[in-house]
């Protein structure tokens, strides 16, 4: 059993790696961008994969990675993991009929509830407090399913066609353009000092320093990484500004620890 995980701001990386400690506490789960994630899928029966949910849809990282290596996934066993700030609709679904063209066997799905991650809108920002108790809720649900897995009964979320519905005609349809290809839009501000963490973190290695700032090429795939992690909150991407920068483990902290968004 091995994991493998997409996740701009925490939430896919502890929901992931919460689930697979309780199923086999040896899995490994391996982030994509990082060396090693194609022979895990050739070396192991059963994946788990985990991506946040993007417009309702797979983020194109992902999507790039399950095409490339079409002919890896052939008899593997995959259960599908998203991530998502309030609707996905089959967020799941999106990944496994795609797998499922390429010979896998979906073994379930589960669309969990986290922290909004888009850090440069106000929309679907919550208090900390709530954001505490959304990640206790959904820590509660990892482990309702870890308990349902180990006795066989995989979860189905976000597979089925009236959830194939819910996605389309809920959001995919009128953000289609946004997930059919890398993005090319992240705009990196004056406030950079080309400190570099942005370009250490991109899992598609589209950010790089040069002449003391950092430059974004075309390959982003709007996972807020970099983002969430500026020092000087230089780089935004669907939004003008950074409303407040979204990483689990400041949700997670506790309460005297959150900082008040600058
Ligand atoms: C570009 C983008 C699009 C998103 N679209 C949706 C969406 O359609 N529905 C939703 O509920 N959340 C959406 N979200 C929120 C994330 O799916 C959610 O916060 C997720 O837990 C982030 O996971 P991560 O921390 O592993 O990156 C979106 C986030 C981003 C950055």
Same mark, same amino acid.
Not at 65 to 81: E, M
Not at 235 to 250: A, D, F, M, N, P
């Given at each position: ?7 701009? !701001?925490?939430? !896919? ?9 309780? $199923? ?7 982030? #994509? ?15 788990? /994969? ?10 194109? +990282?992902?999507?790039?990675? @399950? ?16 991530? +998502?700030? #309030?609707?996905?609709?089959?967020? !799941? ?13 979906? !073994? ?14 106000? +929309?679907?920002? *919550? ?45 995919? /349809?009128?953000?289609?353009? *946004?997930?059919?290809?890398?993005? *090319?839009? #992240?705009? @990196? ?7 570099? $963490? ?8 589209? $950010? ?20 969430? #992690? ?9 939004? *003008? ?22």
């Amino acid at each position: 059993m091995v994991g493998i995980y997409l996740s701009g !701001t925490g939430n !896919t990386e502890h929901c992931l790696k919460k689930l697979l400690e309780g $199923l086999d506490p040896q899995a490994e789960a391996i982030s #994509l961008g990082s060396a090693g994630t194609a022979s895990a899928v050739a070396e192991n029966e059963e994946i788990f /994969l985990a991506y946040p949910t993007q417009f309702s849809n797979i983020p194109y +990282m992902v999507r790039d990675f @399950i095409d490339s290596h079409g002919t890896l996934w052939k008899g593997k066993k995959v259960f599908c993991l998203t991530t +998502m700030g #309030l609707f996905s609709g089959d967020g !799941t679904g999106c990944a496994a009929r795609l797998l499922r063209k390429y010979g896998a066997e979906i !073994t379930g799905g589960l669309q969990i509830v986290m922290p909004d991650s888009v850090c440069d809108s106000k +929309m679907l920002k *919550k208090s900390p407090e709530k954001n505490r108790e959304i990640i206790a809720e959904a820590d509660r649900k990892i482990e309702k399913s870890i308990g349902e897995i180990a006795a066989g009964r995989y979860p189905r979320e976000g597979l089925s066609f009236p959830a194939h519905l819910a996605g389309l005609f809920g959001q995919r /349809l009128w953000f289609f353009g *946004k997930t059919r290809n890398y993005s *090319k839009k #992240l705009k @990196i501000g004056d406030a950079c000092v080309g400190c570099g $963490l942005c370009a250490g973190r991109c899992p598609t290695g589209n $950010l790089s320093v040069r002449d003391g700032k950092a430059v974004a090429g075309e390959r982003c795939t709007m996972c807020y990484s970099c983002i969430s #992690l500026c020092p000087k909150q230089a780089i935004t991407l669907l939004g *003008k500004s950074v409303v407040e920068q979204c990483r689990y483990e400041r949700f997670a902290a506790p309460a005297a620890e959150v900082k008040p968004a600058e």
